[in-house]
Each structure stands twice: as structure tokens, then as C-alpha cells.
T-cell receptor
Framework: NAGVTQTPKFQVLKTGQSMTLQCAQD?????MYWYRQDPGMGLRLIYYSASEGTTDKGEVPNGYNVSRLNKREFSLRLESAAPSQTSVYFCASSENEGFTGELFFGEGSRLTVL | EDKVVQSPLSLVVHEGDTVTLNCSYE??????LLWYKQEKKAPTFLFML????IEKKSGRLSSILDKKELSSILNITATQTGDSAIYLC???????????FGQGTTLQVKP
């Protein structure tokens, strides 16, 4: 039972390079989220997708784009990476946007931008 | 602006001690407050609280919400080294799946 799977787990980029973080869930959840976690700042929402075909900005969307490819997959793209985007990224899913319960998290992707 | 604040930010205790972690919030359209435990990787769900004054309990962990004071506490009794983790508090808002997280409390339990 995989739950939420993120790839890659680790990535080192140079400033200005682009990359895409992939996320897939096998729980038939409608809503999916991308968070970043920085020391002392908890988790901050980058983008979310309430349902297939919709996306919306969170607290810190600048420098990122997302694609909800289908119900299972939600990708996060950094078009031109900056050192300020060095962070641990978590993908999460929930049953629906009405949110009656918990978020299920992937194991995280550690990104370093040099 | 919505805000969730946890205290203390870090805590070191010895096995067997009891700890209390605090979470306060200023959030419009409050729906629920959740506690997560994060060890090395993904946060794992502990509790969700929606009603004031009703304690939720799981083993040595318990939590309660005070909507009047806009706060919640997480208690851990008879701590063990396996309780060492970051404890995250998050608030959910009505009609949205977004969660607003606090900074987290890092708990270290020494043998």
C-alpha cells in the first residue's frame, strides 16, 4: 500500500536550472497539495488542487508551477531554481476539499539549489 | 493574516517526564485543529479536534481544544525516547482543504 509517492527523494540543482517534482497517490483522493518545509517555519502551502482539473495558489506560490495531470498525479515545477528554494518538499493528499480528516503525506523531496 | 504559533519551539526532557506542547491560532473561519508527529520523514496524523473541551486520547498522548482561548495543548505522559520528534499543529478552515501549520515543536527525550 504505497499511499503518496514522491520522486525524486534528493536533488541538487544549480541556480537557473529547472526541474519537476512528481507526486502520485493511490488512495483515490480528490485533493492534493504541495508544501515546503524550512527550519523554524513549519510547513507552508505552495499550491493545491481541490479536484482533478483545478489548481490554486497557497501561501508561497512564487517561482513554482503545478500540473494536476489526472486524479492520481500532481507535479510541482521549478522553472528557474533559486537558492531560496532550497527546502524539503512534501506532497500530500486528502479525500476531498471539504476536509473532514487528515492529510496523508509523502516522504518528502530534499532539494538543494547552489 | 491567519497565524498558528507553537510553543516552546524546542524542548529537552528525560524519559518518564510529562510534557505539554502549546498551539495558539488566529484564523478566520476556523474548522478544525490537527496535531501531527514528524520523525525523520513524513508527518503522521495524531489528532483532529473540532469541539472545545473534549479531550482526545491515544495511549500516552492526549489533546484538547479551547476555542475561547484559541488554543490547544498536546500532552505526552511518561515520555519515551521514541517520542522524540517534531510535533506540528495545523488549523483547517471552513470550506477549504488547506491547512495552516505552526512552526513545530522539536521534542528530544533523553534516556
Amino acid at each position: 500500500n504505497a499511499g503518496v509517492t514522491q520522486t525524486p527523494k534528493f536533488q541538487v540543482l544549480k541556480t537557473g536550472q529547472s526541474m519537476t517534482l512528481q507526486c502520485a497517490q493511490d488512495m483515490n483522493h480528490n485533493s492534493m497539495y504541495w508544501y515546503r518545509q524550512d527550519p523554524g517555519m513549519g510547513l507552508r502551502l505552495i499550491y493545491y488542487s481541490a479536484s482533478e482539473g483545478t489548481t490554486d495558489k497557497g501561501e508561497v506560490p512564487n517561482g513554482y508551477n503545478v500540473s494536476r495531470l489526472n486524479k492520481r498525479e500532481f507535479s510541482l515545477r521549478l522553472e528557474s531554481a533559486a537558492p531560496s528554494q532550497t527546502s524539503v518538499y512534501f506532497c500530500a493528499s486528502s479525500e476531498n476539499e471539504g476536509f473532514t480528516g487528515e492529510l496523508f503525506f509523502g516522504e518528502g523531496s530534499r532539494l538543494t539549489v547552489l | 493574516e491567519d497565524k498558528v504559533v507553537q510553543s516552546p519551539l524546542s524542548l529537552v526532557v528525560h524519559e518518564g517526564d510529562t510534557v505539554t506542547l502549546n498551539c495558539s491560532y488566529e484564523v478566520t473561519n476556523f474548522r478544525s485543529l490537527l496535531w501531527y508527529k514528524q520523525e525523520k520523514k513524513a508527518p503522521t496524523f495524531l489528532f483532529m479536534l473540532t469541539s472545545s473541551g473534549i479531550e482526545k486520547k491515544s495511549g500516552r498522548l492526549s489533546s484538547i481544544l479551547d476555542k475561547k482561548e484559541l488554543s490547544s495543548i498536546l500532552n505526552i505522559t511518561a515520555t519515551q525516547t521514541g517520542d522524540s520528534a517534531i510535533y506540528l499543529c495545523a488549523v483547517g478552515k471552513v470550506n477549504t482543504g488547506k491547512l495552516i501549520f505552526g512552526q513545530g515543536t522539536t521534542l528530544q527525550v533523553k534516556p
